[in-house]
């Protein structure tokens, strides 16, 4: 064979599954080819039963013959005309555009109470008016205060707090005229800084540990 001969890839079909190789894509263009239904039909049968035994790991997947077929009828492109055992796909729909995803944070604007806040607070407003509920509105409140103080290491005011979680909550919980405070910050930063300090010395003691065993 001579250099003028050799055919490279970039002058082949284009393959539109190539996991399963350009042999097995010839087999589905010669299917296509064929003139008798019965005889497609057979094809199709045996061009399955191929594809299956290169995926045998997918053998006990539910749903993994339909898989199959669908595979064949996008391979090819869905011009092969064949019965089969399952509603045939169509190209309309392999070529639709999903919804694009909502973002998940409606107030990006306080990104640093997180996403769950929001989940919590839409929670908070699907239960009866009573103690449950205050003491709910409450805790929410003081965790919304700690996010803010991990964010802004100085202080808060409650009244921000209250302010926010008017906005988060679509004006559904309103705590602006309450007379209740909210833990104060010096106490929700020493818990912090309590947690952090004993992490610390765990690690600590975890390296002279490891130091010891490297003297000995």
């Excluded at 013959?65 to 169509?90: A, C, G, R």
């Excluded at 409606?106 to 109470?113: E, L, S």
């Excluded at 302010?163 to 559904?172: F, M, N, T, V, W």
Aim: proline share 4%.
């Amino acid at each position: 064979m001579t250099i003028d001969d050799l055919e490279y890839n970039t002058e082949r079909e284009h393959l539109i599954i190539p996991e399963y190789g350009r042999h097995m894509q010839k087999m589905i263009n010669y299917a296509k080819t064929i003139e008798t239904k019965e005889e497609r039909n057979k094809v199709a049968k045996a061009i399955i039963s191929v594809m299956g035994n290169m995926q045998p790991h997918l053998r006990d997947v539910p749903d993994f013959q339909h898989k199959l077929w669908d595979q064949l009828f996008i391979m090819s492109n869905f011009e092969l005309d064949v019965d089969s055992p399952y509603e045939k796909p169509t190209k309309e729909l392999f070529e639709e555009r999903p919804e694009p995803l909502k973002y998940p944070q409606n107030f990006p604007k306080y990104r640093f109470y997180g996403n769950n806040i929001k989940t919590m607070i839409d929670v908070a407003n699907t239960w009866e008016e009573g103690e449950l509920k205050e003491a709910l509105t409450y805790t929410i409140a003081n965790h919304m205060k700690k996010c803010f103080l991990n964010w802004n290491k100085d202080t808060v005011e409650d009244d921000v707090i209250y302010k926010h979680l008017y906005e988060l909550s679509d004006g559904k919980i309103n705590l602006k005229n309450s007379d209740e405070d909210l833990t104060d910050a010096t106490s929700l930063m020493r818990t912090k800084n309590k947690f952090s300090s004993n992490s610390n010395k765990k690690g600590h003691h975890k390296k002279s540990s490891n130091r010891q065993r490297k003297r000995y």
